[in-house]
């Protein structure tokens, strides 16, 4: 995940990665807005969806998106920084439910993200045999 072409295009920063969490930073490019001069919201849920994959797959276990839905709260312009927050609030079977907070720089919530992930075969890194 730290090879991420998606992060590394929106210049999304990893903060912080534990099981089941996981925190990405980025400051809005004048290039991701729209015609009304605000971050676009696709600008926004990738990278919440980008936040959300990490949490998702920090078991080891790859994981990818199932369903998401993003609700926008507060308007953001360029130059703003947004602070991504996952959290995992269940893991049964194939299937995990994450929780993701944007917030701005001032800590005001943004927008929040719910997704939904399926886990599929393989793991991120392989057991080393003694």
Known sequence: MARDPMMKTMGAQLIEIAPGRAI???VVREDMTNALGLCAGGTIFALAESCFLLAANSHNQRAVTQSATIHHLLPVKAGDT?????????????????????????????????????????TWVQAFAP
């Open 82 to 122: 947004l602070h991504a927050g996952a959290a995992e609030l269940s893991r049964t079977g194939r299937s995990g439910l994450y929780h993701v907070e944007i917030r701005n720089d001032s800590s005001a919530l943004v927008a929040q993200f719910q997704g939904q992930s399926r886990f599929v075969r393989g």
């Open 24 to 26: 990405v930073a980025m």
